[in-house]
């Protein structure tokens, strides 16, 4: 399985983002996907997963401001990024779990003025 991650880039503090994240096969019997990020220096961080039934769970920095969601229909996740804070600034993976896990390549997400 492959995970194809877009969407990053630079924003002004208090903007949106939306990150995706496409998968080479059917995401519909894919029982666990998340977005994780690290930012500089410090270790990679769960930000927010979702289950087969849409079910989701998000990190308490971020609750409120991010949603996570899937489209079976098109094999991706994503991630709506709203009120970005200077302190969201990281490199963003996609993951999956199918027998093995995956990973996406990462994209940047940059908050600053």
């Known amino acids: 399985v492959q995970l194809q991650a877009s969407g990053g880039g630079l924003v002004q503090p208090g903007g949106s983002l939306r990150l995706s994240c496409t998968a080479s096969?059917?995401?519909?019997?894919?029982?666990?996907m998340a977005w994780y990020r690290q930012a500089p220096g410090k270790q990679r961080e769960l930000v927010a997963q979702?289950?087969?039934?849409?079910?989701?769970n998000y990190v308490d920095s971020v609750k409120g401001r991010f949603t996570m969601s899937r489209d079976n229909a098109s094999n991706t996740m994503y991630l709506q990024m709203n009120s970005l804070m200077p302190e969201d600034t990281a490199i963003y993976y996609c993951?999956?779990?199918?027998?093995?896990?995956?990973w996406g390549q990462g994209t940047l997400v940059t908050v600053s003025s």
């Open positions: 979702i289950r087969s039934d849409s079910g989701t």
């Open positions: 096969r059917s995401i519909f019997s894919f029982n666990h």
């Open positions: 993951f999956a779990m199918y027998g093995s896990a995956f």
